[in-house]
Structure formats: C-alpha cells, structure tokens
C-alpha cells in the first residue's frame, strides 16, 4: 500500500505535539467539529476506523430536512432548530443542497395523515424555517396532484401538500467539510481506529502515564503500550446513564491529558496521540468506546436505487404508511426509494438490507404506484444505514426523539450522540463552545476565535465543480486523480462508494470498478494483486446487492 503523500504530514502533525482535542469518527459530525475547531484556532486531530463517511454519513437519506414529521409530533424546538440549519447548510455548500419540492398525498379514511391538518403544517414549516424557505409551500388538487405524479394511486385521492426541503450528497458533504477542516489546519486521518486512551492529571513527560484500556468488545486485553510502573490503571467507564454536561471551569482544576492509541490499519502499526481533550464523534459505535457513557438505541434505515423510467418521479413522494412516512426522491436519471426503521442488533461495520426489508419497501411504492410494478430486479442497488438514535428502550423506534446529546463524563472526554446529518454544524458548533468553556485548559490558545462554521463557505467553487455534487460527477482518470491525490482515497470502493456515488448510481458500476481500479493501480503503484485484492473487496462489498453481478 502506498498512502498518499498528505497522509505522511498529517500522521506527523497528529504526534509531534498535544493536540488541543483528538477527535474520533470521520462521519459528518467528527467532520463538523474538526472543521469548527481548526477554525477556532485549536490544534485539532481527527481519526476513523474505515474510510471518512463510511458509517451512517454514506447511508442516509440525503435530505436536508426540519423534519414535517416531527412537526407532527409536536416538537417545534427540534423542527426549528433543523430548518435553520438546511438553509445554513444551503448557504455554506450550495453545490451539496439542492432546494427539492415534496408531494405528499393524502387519502380518504387515513386518519394519520388529514389534508387540512398538513396544509397547516406546511404553512408553520415555513415559518420555522427564521425566513423563507428554499421554497413556498402550496396546496394541490386531486387533478393536481395527478399531473404532478403520473402513476399515482388515484383511489381515493384527496388532494396533496407540496413544500421543500433541501437534497444533498452526504458522503461529499462529510468529505468537504473534512477538506474545509484540513484546509484550517486539521489533520485527519482515516484507516486509523482509536483504541483506547488513558488520562494523566499532567503532560506526559514519559513516564508514569496508566497503561491504556482498549476498546470494549475486540476481545483485546489492555494494551501496555508505556512504562506506567506504580500508577494504577485508568479505568474505562462501562455502566449506565449518562451524567449531564459539567463545565470545568478552568480555575483550580488540574489539566488533563490524554495518551490515545490508534492503530494505522494501512501501515500495521500503532501510534500514540497526546490531547488535551477527545471528542467520542462514533455515530453508532459510540457506546463501545471505553470511557463512553453513551446509551444508544440503533435502528437500521435500507434505501434502493431504481432507473427513473421505472418510477418516474420529479418531486420527491411521501408514502404513508401509518404515522410512517417513505419517500421516493428524484436523483438524476434514478430514484431512490426508502426507508425502513427498525431495531438492529447486528454486525456495525457490516449492515446489509435483507430481503424482508427490500420487499418492505417494494411493497409500499407498489401501493402508491400500482401501475409500476416494481420487482427486485428492478433495483439497481442498496444501501443501509444506522440511526445512532440517543436509547429511549420504549415506543417505536420512528418515535424515538432525533434530537443531539453532548456530554463530558470525565475531565477532557467528549460524547457526542444523536442528531442528524442536517444538524451537524449545530452539533459541532455546541460541542466546540462547551469544549472551550469547560478550560481555559482545555486549549493551547488563550482566546480561540468565535464559530464562523456559519457564514464561511466550505470550499471555493473552484474546488468542488465537477468533483463534489449531488449527482456523480464525470466518469474520468482525472477526477480519480484528484480523490487519490487530494481526497484521501486508497481503496477502490473510498473512489466507487464514498467520492463519486458510480457504485450507487451506475447499473454498469462492475466494469467502471475494473477501470477505477487500473487508474488507482498507476497512480497508487499497485501491484497486480494489490489490484485483483481491491476489487476482490469491492466485489464482496456489491456482491449483497440484489439485482446486480459484481
Ligand atoms: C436510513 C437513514 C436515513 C437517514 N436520513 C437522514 C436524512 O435524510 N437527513 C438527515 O439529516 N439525517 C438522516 N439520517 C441521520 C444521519 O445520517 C446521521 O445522524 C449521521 O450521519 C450520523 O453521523 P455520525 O458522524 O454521528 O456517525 P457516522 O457517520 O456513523 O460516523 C461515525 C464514524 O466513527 C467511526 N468510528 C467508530 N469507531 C471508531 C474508532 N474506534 N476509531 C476511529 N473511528 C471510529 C466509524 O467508522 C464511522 O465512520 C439518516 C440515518 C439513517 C440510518
């Protein structure tokens, strides 16, 4: 394997001095908060496990949303706070939050979904929105809405709500905003899983630093990567409830400091990162990290990915089903269909839509579209995805609260958990905020800046046309050049799945691997098995794909 040449200065960024804070989780959260710190001035460090964005921030649904379910269920606060920030996000990554228009029918005896209540709804959507929304809210007709979406289901049809919400790419959204972050001085890292950490009262000067405790669960026993001698071990925290955030006010409180071990899954070995404060941004993973005092509550959410001329949509659908909703969304020349929720118990770096699922969601769309007739074939691919939902054990998992947490069980940890994708600026912002407010210590800066994650742009266009959008971008070897030379791509699938969405969008997504992968092989140097082992991973990656040969 041969990384590419940033990654070399960011591993030497990473150790040669305390970090302000080392954050773990390249999802869109870990993202936001190294992109929020760097700006702030703090010296920032992220790490991930896999490859950025390969956890629920590839698997989502790609709205931008306030949440006109959520509204429903009475919770203003959350709904608010969410359209502020689909607009914010609008205004800072305009190539990743396209304004899209949403149709959502209603029918004779469905007393979940009543066309007078909704017409209401949309009207305080926009409202909530601090302005205009990315678009006016409106009523249609029966006729209306069936000029508006051919093949809708007619029976008993009473009429439709229209009103926006915003599309986006999540995984370019990550990855830019990771960009943003590299670009104010963060240095991050993926291929990199944090293992275990321990605090000291001071900086380490070598010695007398507690033996690390690693994550629970890999079967790995504390690893004694220091001397240590005669200090007792530092403890991870297991048992339940988390305790509320408490701000260290800096005066009278020791520093603390962290000793973290990663291990670097592309060189095989372990290093050690020295912070000030770590920041637990693990999505669903985020209850088994040691010293994590998260409780979570996972559900899966599987999307699929048809040719438009099987269900040609040009504004996104809300299908119903009960107090549930589904939608079938327009991308380019497919749409995509999705989702479901339910409890997940399984494998977190394996999620796979099984056929019950699929059938699930088939079976919806054919009721709302009879005259299509989908059928697994049809399906050009999958994905699925977990809610890191904060655990509330009773009540359906659709009515679990999607609202953040952010807690500091110990001096200098950070559990962040819950949330969305359309509120993670938010989530950064406040979890940088009580960062710097719990020390004067905390950081290596005596002032750092006020949030600007607001107002300033992720990227110049220049940076992002033809290379990050909503749609794939063109099939070339340059633009695989640039997510290899400065997007931190080094398999295949980081360039088929996470970079270009090809893997999603393109029924011929097999044969464009096999050429990816003979451009990735000349400028990564790969031999002849590196490449056979690379797409050999892709395949078994496509091969849970129903309707689709690797
Ligand atoms: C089906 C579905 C649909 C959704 N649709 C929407 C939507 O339309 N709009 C919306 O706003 N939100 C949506 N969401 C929610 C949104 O996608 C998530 O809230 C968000 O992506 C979570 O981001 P995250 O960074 O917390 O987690 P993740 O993206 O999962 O990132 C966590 C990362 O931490 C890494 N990690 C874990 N352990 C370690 C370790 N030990 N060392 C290093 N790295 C580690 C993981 O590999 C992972 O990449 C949806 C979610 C699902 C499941």
């Not at 260290?248 to 020295?274: M, N, R």
């Not at 809610?387 to 609202?403: E, H, N, T």
Request: net charge positive.
């Amino acid at each position: 394997m041969n990384p590419p040449p940033n990654r070399q200065s960011a591993l030497q960024a990473i150790t040669a001095a305390p970090l302000d804070l080392l954050i773990i989780g390249g999802g869109i959260v870990g993202a936001g908060i190294a992109r929020d710190a760097a700006m702030r001035g703090l010296r920032t460090g992220l790490v991930e496990q896999h490859d950025f964005a390969f956890g629920t921030s590839s698997r989502s649904s790609r709205l931008l949303h306030g949440g006109l379910r959520y509204l429903a269920q009475g919770r203003i606060g959350l709904v608010h706070e969410a359209s502020v920030e689909k607009k914010i996000i609008h205004h800072i990554a305009p190539h990743l939050a396209d304004p899209l228009p949403f149709i959502f029918p209603t029918y004779c005896g469905n007393r979940d979904w009543i066309l007078w209540q909704l017409k209401i709804g949309v009207k305080i959507y926009d409202l909530l929105c601090s302005g205009r929304n990315l678009g006016k809210s409106t009523w249609l007709t029966q006729a209306e809405v069936l000029r508006a979406v051919p093949g809708l289901n007619a029976a008993g049809l009473k009429g439709a709500v229209r009103y926006y919400d915003g599309f986006t790419n999540d995984a370019r959204l990550a990855i830019d905003t990771l960009r943003s972050a590299a670009r104010s001085g963060a240095a991050v890292l993926n291929y990199c899983r944090f293992t275990g950490a321990a605090r000291t009262a001071a900086p380490s000067s070598g010695a007398g630093v507690p033996p690390v405790h690693s994550v629970s669960g890999a079967g790995v026993s504390p690893v004694q990567s220091v001397s240590g001698a005669g200090v007792p071990p530092v403890h991870s925290v297991s048992g339940a409830g988390v305790s509320p955030v408490h701000s260290v006010s800096g005066a009278g409180v020791p520093p603390v400091h962290w000793q973290c071990e990663i291990e670097d899954h592309l060189a095989a070995k372990t290093f050690h990162v020295h912070a000030r404060a770590v920041v637990n941004a693990t999505g669903p993973w985020a209850d088994g990290l040691p010293h994590s005092r998260v409780k979570l509550r996972l559900t899966k959410g599987i999307h699929l990915v048809l040719n438009k001329t099987r269900l040609p949509v040009t504004d996104t659908v809300v299908m119903t089903e009960g107090k549930r909703i589904l939608f079938a969304i327009p991308w380019g020349q497919r749409t995509i269909l999705g989702t479901t929720d339910t409890d997940y118990n399984g494998p977190l770096d394996d999620v796979r839509a099984d056929a019950a699922d699929i059938d699930y969601v088939l079976q919806i769309a054919n009721q709302f579209f009879p005259t299509a007739k989908l059928t697994v074939p049809d399906v050009i691919s999958v994905w699925a995805g977990l809610r890191p939902l904060v655990a509330d054990p009773s009540g359906k998992p659709s009515d679990i609260s999607r609202a953040h947490e952010i807690h500091n069980p110990e001096p200098g940890w950070w559990d962040v958990a819950g949330g969305k994708l359309t509120t993670y600026r938010l989530m950064a912002e406040q979890t940088v905020d009580r960062l710097v407010k719990a020390g004067g210590r905390a950081s290596s800066h005596a002032h750092p800046a006020q949030c600007r994650t607001a107002e300033e742009p992720l990227l110049p266009s220049s940076e992002t046309t033809g290379l990050s959008g909503i749609l794939p971008p063109e099939f070339t070897r340059r633009t695989v050049e640039h997510y290899v030379t400065n997007e931190w791509a080094v398999h295949l699938d980081d360039v088929m799945v996470r970079r270009t969405s090809w893997h999603y969008y393109c029924p011929d997504a097999a044969a464009k691997a096999q050429q990816v992968a003979d451009w990735m092989a000349e400028l990564l140097n790969w031999a002849e098995p590196q490449r056979a082992a690379e797409l050999a991973r892709y395949s078994a990656l496509a091969s849970c794909l129903p309707g689709r040969k690797p």
